[in-house]
């Protein structure tokens, strides 16, 4: 039986307030632009506040399911450290994983009722061949613009796909507005050089 | 042009390209941002009504003046809606009424999980249901026409995953039509008293075969013949994850799914050899399928209840476990929703939950003041529930009542379906206390406007509904207004209230942390003082994001000043996070948590 093998997959993870859907959105319009077909899809309303945020992104030829199954991930976007393990079941070992060093403290942690899990990276590490850690805020804060850490990471992203750099600089233009699109531009690139 | 767009975007922009021009609704997830979307197109009017049903009668009334007319709703709003729903199919719609049903599988943002594809076949109204967001442009259209051909109100389904994935959308030219609307009296036809319904109950019949003939040579019912050892019926969403996994088999994609159409069916049941149902929720098409006495495999093999994906159909329809990447023991601590750092039910539910009193809530964001660590809600059912609860519970318990018994329910959701069992606390003589948590906005939502604002959809000024009038208007004599950051006066005003005899209203005011028009106050993050802290958790308890734990052992600072004994820990306060609201410092018995 042949499956849609030919189309890619992004998994986006975090918590609520991240710039988790904005960012999506700004790789699912970087593949229209860069005329492939592509779906997204993620869950509003309650589940947002404070709570665990997922995107998926699916780009390729003929895109049907706007989600993908699990086992079939290429690029795991993580926001936040501890989110990553929560999708891994979406991943193969050949799957790349782009992880932000933030933490944020889930309720249960910050009550001191549950431990937030020590060596992340190292048991990501053992598991798949490509994990790339970025200090996303540290490259928003150099921006000069700490809500740009979601572009810093799609900078990072932006270097694992094969798709012209005008492409992205050209739908970031349009996805911000007119006075912070500098700032984004500059975490952008310091993600893609990171 | 093509454009990225969600499926209720897409919704709202075929409605406009199609002539269509009024629309109303109330907000819900997933259908809220097709008002949103359409109500700033050029020349329309569009309204967030109070609650479903006066939407859809606003509808009605705009159809029968010859209007184009979408009215919008999640699924559980269809249950408010539903008594004009189930006779407005007997007048029949003269312009066009098409009514959306947002459902919400998997219950991402809903207190149930209902199937509203049953309410087509109850009140006797066809369905379209989309698949992405370019057929729910498509669809929306074929809709409204079908409306106007066999002047029958049209049902427009979507699931959270059509209205709220993205997908990419061909833009057209939008048509003007003119102006449609003008008088027309026909009391036969819109009098439903029993002599005329009984005439009207007919037409319906009538109606329900032209639309099966209808549905058989209907566009969007569509054969696609591949490998015919397989056939799979299927609507909506679940197409698309069965054909991501079974590109090759063969399918009857139904574009309406009521009435079905039962030639086209039989067609396709006897070109495949073994013919499946993929259909989430109820076995909607599946009894129908059985009724005409073909053999179709459903529910045997997939799930009744959640969404499903591409995994759930591969693994269902081939009886095995999809094998996934599993770390073992690995303790991942679950990340819940939570109230927002500052938001104003926090203080509320606070007091509330030290009043042990049982508190009867409602639907909003506050609703998830029930888990742990604040505990202040009790129930939550439906929209306005938690007033008629609240007198319920109190009238049964009688004299144990006394100071025990409190409805709790928000500004919009108060609009919705507050007002008429607030009445009945008056009229009845009810003794229980009644908070609405006024945050000034839909917030629950994404900031919708509602007659409490003072602003309409498009942010117009208008007459705003004043809370403390109305409830004393409604007959509640003792109305209260607190702040829910003076955690003392909540306290104070809400004991006074609970052992007065009689119904009372406290209506605790503080905007959003959100919103838009909030006004400007000049606080500032605050800290823990860790030579002060005594380690006793108390503004954990809260449950305010910036607020955390930090043991001295993890620290690795055991050298700090601990204050007795048996400290193990100090409170941090995360200064990225906190809005300096005060509630964490008026409950520090000791004074440790200070301005920065």
Known sequence: MRANKDIKSILFAGVGGQGILRASDIVCLVMMEAGMDTKKSEVHGMAQRGGCVTSHVRYGRKVYSPIAKKGVVDILVSFEKLETLRYLDFLTPQSTIIVN????????????????????????????????????????????????????????????????????EKVIRKSFPEKTIAANLKAFHMGRMS | MKSLMSGNEAIARGAYEHGVRFASGYPGTPSTEIIETFAVYD????????????????????????????????HVGVNVAADPLFTVSYTGTNGALVIITADDPS?????????????AKFAKIPMLEPADSQEAKEYIKLAFDISEEFDTPVFFRTTTR?????????????????DPTSIQFNTAKYVMVPMNARVRRLEV?????????????????????NDPEVGIITAGMSYNYAKDIFPDYSYLKLGMVYPMPEKLIRTFASKVKKLYVIEELDPFIEEQVKAMGIHIIGKEVFPYTNEFDPGVIESSLKGEKTRALRLADLAIPPRPPNLCPGCPHRGLFYVLGKLKAFVAGDIGCYTLAFMKPLEGLHSCICMGASIGMAHGMSKA???????????????????HSGITPLLNMSYNKSDAVIVICDNRTTAMTGMQEHPATGYTLQGEKTKEINFTELAAALGIESVHVIDPYDLKSTRTVLQEELLKSGPSVVISRRACVLFKRREKDERKPLKVNADTCIGCKTCVSLGCPPISWKKFDDEGAMERKKRSKKQKGVAFIDDSLCTGCTVCQQVCKVGAIIER
């Open chain 2, 397 to 415: 318990l009688r004299g144990k009542a006394k100071g025990k018994v409190v409805g709790v329910i928000g500004d919009s959701t108060f609009i």
């Open chain 1, 101 to 168: 060093e933030k933490e944020i403290y889930p309720p249960s942690v910050n009550l001191g009722d549950a431990q937030y899990p020590g060596n992340i990276f190292e048991t990501i590490k053992n598991i798949f061949h490509l994990v790339k850690v970025v200090n996303a805020s540290d490259c928003a804060v150099k921006a000069g613009d700490i809500r740009t850490e979601n572009t810093a990471l799609l900078g990072v992203l932006s270097s694992y796909l094969q798709i012209d750099l005008s492409l992205w």
């Open chain 2, 43 to 74: 020349g329309v009017y569009a309204e967030w009504s109070p609650n479903e049903k006066v939407a859809l009668e606003v509808g009605i009334g705009a159809a029968l003046a010859g209007a184009k007319v979408l009215v919008t709703m999640k």
């Open chain 2, 162 to 178: 059509v209205s709220h994935s993205k997908s990419v959308v061909a833009l057209e030219k939008p048509k003007s039509i003119g």
């Open chain 2, 205 to 225: 019949e009538k109606k329900l075969q032209k639309l099966k003939e209808f549905a058989d040579n209907f566009s969007e019912n569509k054969i696609e013949m």
């Open chain 2, 107 to 119: 219950l991402h943002s809903s207190q149930n999980e209902q199937d509203n594809r049953n309410y």
